[in-house]
């Protein structure tokens, strides 16, 4: 387990786009959702960095056991498993969340997702980001039916963005994760990410990648329709940001991928904070 470095130091090196959101809470919650993208970003690190297979494996089994030991009373090793077991213990985390990140991110182990199968990809979605939204929604004190559904939903929609914004980058490492299903709609038989990456009907795939991130938006959108608006303000703050990171890959288009959209800072603190004072910005 990497596990020297403090939560909130892994997620201000980290220039995430949550970053604002998660500074901007009350101390505790701070620290509890610095915790949980910290435990995700080293999961997700193990999986990316180069080294052999079995490393990583074991790498994996032992945040596994990590986690059983926390949830069994036992004693955290290193920052970051420590200020899990603060937010466990104060927020009632569910151990198959955490577990369920773990799963999600050995998918890309050994042979890493290539044009998966949609269903495969939803079960990805479900593990990486789901799950780390029904963590979420328990440190700002809401765990109902609606505010889950609320929060798979938002979920989805964000890890389509970054399907969509890191296509170049996964491909570097062999990864592509637009769905199989939407590649053969769009008249592309290659799994090739390089090969995919360059065919002339990319657009149509990521179109459709686009459209259901958007649908998945909408749903969130229509569950919080009648919520006080200061309610969720950091989720929402989050799923505003990434619906501007969305609309922006749609206007760069599909086929200028060094040309990554960014948000600048002061666009990501000046709606995290209209949304925390309950006025947030059209979309």
């Not at 020297?4 to 604002?20: L, N, Q, R």
């Not at 666009?267 to 925390?276: I, P, Q």
């Amino acid at each position: 387990m990497a596990d020297s470095a403090a939560p909130g130091e892994i997620a201000g090196k980290s220039g995430t786009t949550f970053f604002w959101p998660m500074l901007l809470l009350p101390r505790r919650k701070r620290a509890a959702m610095f915790a949980i993208y910290a435990f995700c970003r080293q999961v997700d690190d193990i999986v990316d960095e180069p080294g052999p297979v079995e490393e990583k494996r074991a790498a994996l089994a032992a945040w596994r056991e990590q986690i059983r030991s926390l949830y069994l009373g036992g004693a955290p090793v290193g920052p970051v498993a420590a200020g899990l077991a603060d937010a466990i213990a104060r927020y009632h985390l569910p151990r198959g969340e955490l577990e369920a990140v773990i799963d999600g991110m050995a998918m890309d182990l050994g042979t890493p997702l290539r044009a998966p199968p949609l269903d495969t990809l939803r079960v990805y979605c479900r593990r990486v980001a789901g799950a780390v939204g029904l963590l979420t929604i328990r440190v700002f004190d809401r765990a109902d039916a609606e505010t889950e559904a609320f929060a798979l939903a938002v979920g989805d929609a964000l890890q389509m963005t970054n399907i969509l914004r890191d296509l170049e980058e996964d491909a570097s490492i062999g990864r592509l994760y637009l769905p199989r299903e939407l590649l053969v709609r769009a008249g592309i038989s290659a799994s090739d990410p390089a090969e995919v990456l360059r065919h002339p009907n990319l657009g149509k795939a990521c179109d459709a990648v686009a459209d259901m991130a958007e649908a998945r938006f909408a749903e969130a959108d229509r569950l919080m329709a009648g919520w006080p608006r200061r309610r969720l303000w950091a989720a929402r703050a989050m799923m505003m940001l990434y619906r501007r990171m969305l609309e922006r890959l749609r206007a760069r288009g599909w086929h200028d991928m060094g040309r990554r959209p960014r948000l600048p800072r002061s666009e990501k603190a000046w709606v995290t904070l209209r949304c925390m004072v309950g006025r947030p910005p059209r979309s």
